[in-house]
C-alpha cells in the first residue's frame, strides 16, 4: 500500500484504556503528512533539475555534431579552395611557359606557397576544432558529474527519509495505539 499525506492525514486509531493521547497521534500524523508533502514536493524538483540537465546534456551534444559538421565544411571549403588556388598557379605557369623559364619557375614557387598556406590553414581549422570539440566534451563531462551528483545525493536523501520511517513505524509497532 502506497502512503500519501492524506491517507496519512485522514488515519484514525482505536481507542483503549490507557492509550495514547488522542491528540497527540492526530498532531503527530498531521506533522508527518506535511514533511511528506515535502519530500514529494522536493522529490518533483529533483526530478526536474535531472530533466534540465538531460536537456542540458541534450543540447550539447547537439552543440558538438554541429561544431562538427561545421569544422568539417569549414575542411572542405578550405580543400576546394586550395584545389582552385593550385588550378589557378597551373593556368598562369601554363601561360607563362612560353613567356620565358624564370617566369616558369616564379609561378611554381608561387603555386606552392599559396598551397602551403592552404594547408596551414586547414590545418589550423582543424586544431580549432578539436579544441572546441574537448571543451565540447569537458561541458558534457561536468553535466553528467552533475548529474550523478544529484542523483547520489537524492538517493541519500530518499534513503534516509525511508530510514528515518521505518524508524518510526517500527517505534509505532512497539507502542500499539
Known amino acids: ?4 499525506p492524506d491517507m496519512i492525514r485522514e488515519q484514525r486509531f482505536k481507542t483503549r484504556l490507557s492509550g495514547f493521547d488522542r491528540n497527540e497521534v492526530i498532531a503527530f500524523l498531521l506533522d508527518m503528512a506535511e514533511d511528506m508533502e515535502l519530500l514529494i514536493e522536493e522529490n518533483s524538483l529533483l526530478k526536474g533539475e535531472v530533466e534540465a540537465a538531460k536537456r542540458r ?24 579552395e586550395a ?26 614557387q608561387r603555386a606552392q606557397e599559396l598551397q602551403s598556406q592552404a ?19 569537458r561541458g558534457l563531462s561536468d553535466v553528467r558529474d552533475k548529474r550523478a ?13 525511508q530510514a528515518w520511517i521505518r524508524t518510526q513505524g517500527n517505534r509505532d509497532q512497539g507502542n500499539v495505539v
Request: overall charge negative; hydrophobic content about 35%.
Open 57 to 80: 546534456q541534450k543540447d550539447m551534444e547537439d552543440l558538438f555534431l554541429t561544431v562538427k559538421q561545421f569544422s568539417e565544411e569549414r575542411m572542405r571549403r578550405a580543400e576546394l
Open 83 to 108: 584545389k582552385d588556388v593550385l588550378a589557378e598557379a597551373e593556368r598562369k605557369a601554363s601561360e607563362t611557359q612560353q613567356a620565358a623559364g624564370q617566369k616558369l619557375r616564379e609561378a611554381e
Open 149 to 161: 551528483s544529484l542523483m547520489s545525493e537524492l538517493t541519500s536523501t530518499l534513503e534516509s527519509y
Open 1 to 4: 500500500m502506497k502512503l500519501s
Open 119 to 137: 594547408m596551414q590553414k586547414a590545418r589550423e581549422i582543424l586544431r580549432e576544432a578539436e579544441r572546441t570539440k574537448q571543451e565540447l566534451e
